[in-house]
């Protein structure tokens, strides 16, 4: 079993460019997570979609980010314009749907916007 | 709404002490619990879960008891070694669907020999 997979796993950009992060998660699982980690804010869950549907986007910081999911074993979340508040660590995480299904993260990316 | 409460850390130790992270949970209806582990420059991983009132769960030496009546769901371990130096997480997953967790703020552990 792969995991879940993130690329890149690092990111350096300049404010104002476009950012584009991607996932594949564990296959069969019908749930996936993109959350972000800061030392500020801890972990704070963006959106998430369910059977390639997102379900909630409220976590969403502003109407710079963007969640697509196309198919079952790719997603992405694109930031443009990015900014340097943006610089977090960015998580993606699957599931089976079940209440009691644990979480399976990916490494994670690390952007830093400049 | 659901949420999570852990204690606040960071939290140091010696190697071979007793570990406890205090974590209170607020739900409606039955949640599962969870205990996730991050290691530096890593995802977060299931540490160990309970589903139901009065469930132990167990990983590592580590261990958790589902308390209804007190809502808690702490994490112990008799003697932590250097190896257990990460940020540990209590979660819930309450009656909505969709696998979606709910985290406390997480509690930085570290073990010194």
């Known amino acids: 079993d792969a995991g879940v997979i993130q690329s890149p796993r690092h990111e350096v950009t300049e404010m104002g460019q476009e950012v584009t992060l991607r996932c594949k998660p564990i296959?069969?699982?019908?749930?996936l997570f993109w959350y972000r980690q800061t030392m500020m804010r801890g972990l704070e869950l963006l959106i998430y979609?369910?059977?390639?549907?997102?379900?909630?986007d409220s976590g969403m910081p502003e109407d710079r980010f963007s969640a697509k999911m196309p198919n079952a074993s790719f997603s992405t979340l694109k930031i443009q314009p990015s900014e340097p508040r943006d610089s977090a660590v960015y998580f993606c995480?699957?599931?089976?749907?079940?209440?009691?299904?644990?979480?399976?993260f990916g490494n994670g990316t690390r952007l830093t916007v400049t | 709404g659901d949420s999570v409460t852990q204690m606040e850390g960071p939290v140091t130790l010696s190697e071979e002490a007793f570990l406890t992270i205090n974590c209170t949970y607020t739900?409606?209806?039955?949640?599962?619990l969870f205990w996730y582990v991050q290691y530096p420059g890593e995802g977060l991983q299931l540490l160990l879960k309970?589903?139901?009132?009065?469930d132990k769960g167990s990983n590592k030496g580590f261990e958790a008891t589902y308390r209804k009546e007190t809502t808690s769901f702490h994490l112990e371990k008799g003697s932590v070694q250097v190896s257990d130096s990460a940020v540990y997480f209590c979660?819930?997953?309450?009656?909505?669907?969709?696998?979606?967790?709910?985290f406390g703020q997480g509690t930085i552990l570290t073990v010194h020999p």
């Open positions: 979609f369910n059977n390639n549907v997102p379900i909630d």
């Open positions: 739900a409606t209806g039955y949640p599962s």
């Open positions: 296959s069969g699982h019908n749930s």
């Open positions: 309970a589903t139901k009132a009065d």
């Open positions: 979660a819930l997953s309450g009656g909505t669907s969709y696998g979606k967790l709910t």
């Open positions: 995480a699957s599931s089976f749907s079940e209440g009691n299904s644990p979480l399976h």
